[in-house]
């Protein structure tokens, strides 16, 4: 089964303060790269490196330095397929927005799902 990334999960593959969902995290990457039935949604790039890059609440540091936030976005790059957004999943979160009245990054992470597949 193919499955789309949520951001969360990239992000706790680096979070220490997180140990049980960090090792989740890693285990679910590193299967999904080994069977090829991951994908990841542009948003989730794009959200995980803002998400590294930045302290948490309630630290003083971020989880990684800028140099290797780059590093392991690269690295995202070429592991795994990743879905753009295209203007079919710009209208459907639109669409998603209206219907279902979800936030907008959420309905565009609800448009990209089908994509996965």
Known sequence: MVALVDTNV???RFDPGAR??????????????AAQTLRIAYQSIVEF?????????GRRRPLLAPADARRETEELLIEFPIIYPTETIAR?????????????FDALMWATAPCAW
């Open 49 to 57: 490196y803002a998400a590294v890059t930045k302290p948490l609440a």
């Open 92 to 104: 459907t979160a639109l669409r998603g927005m209206a219907a279902y009245q979800l936030p907008w």
């Open 10 to 12: 990239l992000v706790y």
């Open 20 to 33: 049980a969902k960090q090792a989740r995290a890693i285990e679910v990457l590193q299967q999904g790269i």
